[in-house]
């Protein structure tokens, strides 16, 4: 490769990390930007469909001469509303995974930004809900793309040491888009024309154009540049994220390390079609813990734990709960002080996943989780008086703490880093489409669950969370890995050699490149360089 990178394997797995500039920490944080849209999406269509004047204009109702109870629009158009978003969701983050690997990180969410555009230009033009339904569609595909895309790209190019924070600052950007979808609607519930809807359904344009001209000054990441064989541009972009010359040291080393990962990695898992290559999520042994149908299963499972910890039950229906409990004045005000609480919380983690780690994190969170929820549910069971609903808020805000501090984060963390290169860009689209999938799941069935003329549970309901919790702690203890502080190259080592009880006591022991024997005099012989370029064009 003529003029291309010298690449220096490290001997040494313990070698230290370049120091990292400022800005290249924040060209990496600034990623988390796209979580914007996560939350804001989830979080402003209820207010939108209890708006008086969309109700009118949707249903030809007249406020002043129908009932309080029938001034709604009908169940199922709610219901097709609200989750047609997480079906194109789905689906945009499953295909988003292939598209990854075709036209690269960066340029898969500026792609999701554009799709997501078009939906919204589709919602806000709406005056009947067929076209808001597709809209709401198309914008889903988008908001796939955007989700399980980023969280890829940001745990591929982020410093080891601060990769957790940095994906935590997604989940922060999340509740921000909560917070701020319940502010927009809360400013324009009460307008008397398609204003009402129109602002806060027109506003998401803005976290898209923010997001896509935001990534097209960023590099995209150096693994996608490695999987398609341009080592050149790899040894570029590195350097332009680390702050680092691309010819120093650091920069060598770790490029080696990811190149030698790669190799190691396409000699276990062989590329072919494109159905094999989709195939090899699923291949190996469920009884081998690192095997790549394990790490699909813990990807995925690891998404679905965290919305059956019911913490979209407190968002999504917390309103009518406290409206339902009949001692509060302001049940919106309620909400918007759990929203608040989730913003709050959420910065904790920003050390903590990285000072403690992964695994205690979720452990101790899913232990915080059931404590609160049992309580909420024996105070709601056996009293009903004033001081009983205030302490079952009061615990109900500590729920949504160790939420917002623990699962919030740290599920999205570690599907970040588990999936090894060759099927990683597909095993984050798959677990970031289980969580879209539960998430839509719970929606549908939680009315059933609490709805007076349903299951009816009230309070009870937390009984059920809080015995979902308690499996989440199980699933923590035994399932997930401590990855703190190691490479995504490390990760993959370490799910070789340990199981996640004793992964906080591994420590990295040599690279790939060393073992490999892929260096000479410490530098990757030409024919690895070679056949790297080679099979990465083939791809
Ligand atoms: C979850 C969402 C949830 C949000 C709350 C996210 O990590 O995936 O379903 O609404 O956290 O902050």
Excluded at 378 to 397: H, L
Aim: proline share 4%; glycine share 8%; aromatic share 12%.
């Amino acid at each position: 490769m003529p003029g291309g990178p010298v690449l220096v394997a490290a001997t040494d797995a313990t070698r230290v990390e370049a120091p990292v500039t400022l800005k290249a920490y924040l060209m990496c944080a600034f990623a988390a930007f796209g979580g914007i849209f996560f939350g804001y999406d989830s979080g402003y269509i209820n207010g939108v469909l209890a708006m008086e004047y969309v109700v009118h204009k949707y249903t030809g109702l007249d406020p002043e001469t129908t009932a309080d109870d029938d001034f709604v629009l009908p169940s199922w158009q709610k219901s097709l509303i609200v989750s047609i978003l997480s079906l194109g969701t789905f689906f945009g983050a499953i295909i988003a995974g292939d598209c990854a690997d075709f036209i690269g990180r960066r340029t898969t969410v500026i792609t999701g930004c554009f799709i997501f555009c078009i939906g919204v230009v589709m919602q806000t033009a709406s005056t009947e809900y067929k076209l808001l339904v597709a809209g709401r569609a198309i914008a889903g595909i988008g908001v796939g793309f955007v989700s399980a895309i980023i969280i890829l790209y940001m745990s591929e190019i982020a410093p080891k040491k601060v990769r957790g924070a940095i994906v935590s600052g997604y989940q922060f950007c999340i509740t921000i888009g909560l917070l701020l979808a319940s502010c927009v609607d809360y400013g324009t519930e009460d307008y008397d024309t398609t204003a009402s809807y129109r602002i806060p359904i027109a506003l998401q344009m803005l976290w898209a154009i923010i997001l896509a001209v935001g990534l097209f000054f960023l590099p995209e990441s150096p693994r996608y540049f490695v999987k398609r064989g341009n080592l050149d541009k790899a040894a570029e972009v590195l350097a332009r994220l680390r702050g680092q010359s691309r010819d120093s040291e650091y920069i060598q080393m770790e490029l080696a390390e990811i190149v030698a990962n790669h190799e190691y990695e396409l000699q276990v898992i062989p590329q072919g079609s494109y159905i094999n290559s989709w195939a090899q999520c699923f291949k190996g042994s469920l009884w081998k813990p690192n095997s790549n149908l394990r790490r699909t299963i813990l990807g995925t499972s690891l998404q679905m734990m965290q919305q059956w910890t019911g913490v979209n039950f407190v968002f999504y229906f917390g309103t009518s709960f406290f409206d339902d409990l009949g001692t509060i004045d302001d049940p919106f005000l309620i909400s918007l002080i759990t929203t608040l609480v989730n913003v709050l919380s959420t910065p904790i983690s920003f050390w903590t996943i990285e000072k403690f780690g992964r695994r205690p994190l979720l452990i101790w969170g899913a232990l915080g989780m059931v404590i609160c929820q049992f309580i909420v549910a024996i105070v709601g069971v056996t009293t009903d008086n004033d001081s009983s609903t205030k302490a079952m808020i009061a615990f109900i805000c500590i729920y949504i703490f160790f939420f917002a501090s623990t699962w919030g984060p740290g599920a999205w963390v570690v599907i970040g880093e588990i999936f090894p290169l060759p099927i990683r860009s597909r095993g984050v689209g798959l677990s970031t489409a289980s969580n879209w999938l539960w998430n839509c799941i719970i929606a549908v069935i939680t009315p059933y669950m609490v709805g007076t003329d349903k299951g009816n549970l009230g309070p009870r309901v937390f009984f059920i969370w809080g015995s979902l919790c308690a499996v989440c702690f199980v699933y923590a203890y035994f399932l997930v890995y401590e990855t703190k502080g190691l490479t995504l190259e490390q990760v993959d080592r370490l799910m070789e050699e340990t199981t996640p009880r004793t992964s906080s006591k591994w420590v990295p022991h040599s690279t790939y490149a060393s073992e490999m024997g892929l260096t000479e005099k410490g530098t990757l012989q030409p024919e690895v360089i070679d056949d790297v370029v080679r099979r990465g064009s083939a791809v």
